[in-house]
């Protein structure tokens, strides 16, 4: 009886730090104290995620470091040692604060206490409101454009080139990030879509062309060849075999050189080329320093411009172990997703009495949701230097506490996350790198 009784009042505790958490979630991607000019400079952002922190780390037990966690934590030392040894320093000290409270922080947060599927749920729902909030800011935007700007909520203005590119609040003011988000939605929206009634069905295909429209207002095309990517991804694996999926994950990067090399990510050949010599500018800062890279922020100073591409970005500023730890995050999570979306498919399901069974089927749906939001991040981060933007970490926390909800139904999942399983993710974060090399070398 008094395990029960403390295992309550964990709960309990976890819920307040739970709804410090969803404050912040809501301040982040929503951003309404920065609608008015008077309230923009408040911290409200800070507050809840400190908040959130504290209560987490004093009342949440147990306090479990996953795998994940400690490869994100492993990499904030390599990027102080990396920045000190390219002669910068202790810059490397700011820079890896800065990822610890932008990155770590909310993964860490995200990713333990995110523990019902009533909480990812509320998450989902607001992620789904701040992109339609951000499509109909852009939409105010286009409709006032002047010919140079169009004005939206908040001050937020659109980037006019040669076409009008809306941008919304916060670090979603590129309007890359924000088709990068709205790309990442797009499975949450066909989950409420595919669960709900018919009221909910029509309301979730309005907001997915609205999330289309939005797209096409960013006027970035890495994130529009994102929407496409991810629908072409699901048609994959719902419908091909283990080793046809396995052929067009490692062709991907292959075809997506190809394809930036005969300018159909840019409106200009020169821009094009310009985005392959920044990857093989990458290539080489790799292949100089194999082990610690330029340094993290040195990418601009060697080629003078990012990578626009995140994978390239990593790799040409923290080396071989620094993007071993970044892409690995990745992979780690990716072959697990999939790796439950192929037992589902093949209806491999453990043990478990009729209304367990049915609880772990919901589970397994919101983590396919999930597996698909991030293959959208990594698509679109093929085409932009978005490594260490928070929306990719809020995202990853969410994956990795469905899979701590979905090891507690079945324990044996659990191998998906031992040290072996950490580095073959390791190694095959490699092939992006090496798929772009070799194309690369045929191209250029």
Same mark, same amino acid.
């Given at each position: 009886m008094p395990r029960i009784i403390k295992k309550e009042q964990t709960l309990a505790s976890a819920g307040l730090a739970f709804f410090f958490l969803y404050l912040y979630n809501v301040s982040v991607l929503i951003r309404p104290h920065e609608y008015s000019l008077e309230t923009a400079d408040l911290v409200f952002i800070k507050m809840f995620v400190v908040s959130a922190f504290v209560l987490t780390i004093f009342t949440l037990r147990p306090l479990k470091l996953s795998p994940q966690l400690i490869m994100l934590l492993l990499l904030l030392p390599h990027i102080v040692?990396?920045?000190?040894?390219?002669?910068?320093?202790?810059?490397?000290?700011?820079?890896?604060?800065?990822?610890?409270?932008?990155?770590?922080?909310?993964?860490f947060l995200y990713s333990l206490l995110v523990t019902?599927?009533?909480?990812?749920?509320?998450?989902?729902?607001?992620?789904?409101?701040?992109?339609?909030?951000m499509v109909a800011n852009g939409y105010l935007q286009q409709i006032s454009f002047n010919g140079v700007y169009g004005e939206g909520v908040g001050g937020s203005m659109s980037v006019g080139r040669e076409e009008i590119r809306i941008t919304y609040l916060g670090f979603f003011g590129d309007p890359n990030d924000l088709g990068?988000?709205?790309?990442?939605?797009?499975?949450?929206?066909?989950y409420?879509?595919?669960?709900?009634?018919? @009221?909910?069905? @029509?309301?979730m295909f309005i907001t997915l062309v609205a999330f289309g429209y939005g797209i096409y207002m960013t006027g970035s095309r890495g994130t529009i060849l994102g929407a496409l990517g991810v629908i072409a991804t699901y048609f994959l694996i719902s419908n091909a075999g283990v080793k046809l999926i396995l052929f067009g994950v490692l062709s991907a990067p292959v075809a997506a050189t190809i394809l930036a090399s005969f300018g159909g990510l840019s409106s200009s050949d020169s821009s094009a080329m310009g985005r392959l010599d920044a990857w093989y500018d990458g290539v080489l800062m790799l292949l100089h320093n194999p082990v610690f890279g330029v340094g993290m922020g040195n990418f601009i100073d060697e080629h003078g411009k990012v990578a626009h591409n995140s994978y390239i970005h990593v790799a040409g500023e923290l080396g071989i172990p620094g993007y071993a730890l970044w892409g690995g995050l990745l992979l780690l999570n990716m072959r697990a997703g999939f790796s439950l979306i192929n037992a589902t498919k093949n209806q491999v399901f453990p043990d478990l009495d009729t209304q367990k069974l049915q609880v772990f089927?919901?589970? @397994?749906?919101?983590?396919?949701?999930?597996?698909?939001?991030?293959?959208?991040?990594?698509?679109?981060?093929?085409?932009?230097?978005?490594?260490?933007?928070?929306?990719?970490?809020?995202?990853l926390g969410l994956q990795t506490a469905s899979f701590q909800r979905i090891i507690n139904l079945d324990p044996s999942f659990k191998d998906c996350f031992n040290l072996r399983s950490c580095f073959i993710a390791m190694a095959w974060s490699w092939s992006v790198i090496a798929a772009v090399y070799l194309a690369l070398k045929v191209g250029l």
């Open positions: 040692l990396s920045k000190f040894l390219n002669g910068s320093g202790m810059q490397g000290i700011d820079q890896a604060e800065r990822l610890l409270i932008s990155s770590v922080i909310p993964f019902t599927m009533a909480r990812q749920k509320l998450i989902m729902v607001v992620m789904v409101v701040a992109a339609l909030l990068m988000f709205l790309v990442m939605c797009i499975p949450v929206a066909c409420f879509m595919n669960q709900g009634k018919s @009221l909910t069905k @029509l309301l089927k919901q589970e @397994l749906l919101l983590n396919k949701t999930l597996f698909y939001s991030m293959v959208g991040f990594m698509i679109t981060a093929f085409f932009l230097s978005r490594q260490y933007t928070l929306v990719m970490f809020i995202f």
